[in-house]
């Protein structure tokens, strides 16, 4: 099994930053990609970044410029560094990792963490 562990939300001001970190544990053989996705209320679950195992990332639109994706292969652990936050990234994020077990490639989603933005 693996256990995804996330850490870094909370209540900040716009204009204000936010550090997202999600520790991955347990049995595989090793962790492909590594992304964030947020939900807000009454609207789907959407992508905000990800980032392969060779360090490629692709981001939301919405959110180029401003958040950086980044990986610590030897801890297991993806980061979301939010700068210049804003309302709209209001949202519950969660995290979602792809490993390899055995030559099959399964997905998991952390519990999520809530980023409010707001004055």
């Known amino acids: 099994q693996l256990q995804l562990v996330e850490s870094g939300g909370g209540l900040v001001q716009p204009g204000g930053s936010l550090r997202l970190s999600c520790a991955a544990s347990g049995s595989f053989a090793s962790i492909n990609t590594m992304a964030w996705y947020r939900q807000a209320p009454g609207k789907q679950r959407e992508l905000v970044a990800g980032?392969?195992?060779?360090?490629?990332?692709n981001y939301a639109d919405s959110v180029k410029g401003r958040f950086t994706i980044s990986r610590d292969n030897g801890k297991n652990t993806v980061y979301l560094q939010m700068n210049s936050l804003k309302p709209e990234d209001t949202a519950v994020y969660y995290c979602y990792v792809k490993i390899r077990r055995a030559f099959v490639l399964y997905d998991y989603w952390g519990q999520g963490t809530q980023v409010t933005v707001s004055s």
């Open positions: 980032i392969t195992s060779d360090g490629s990332t």
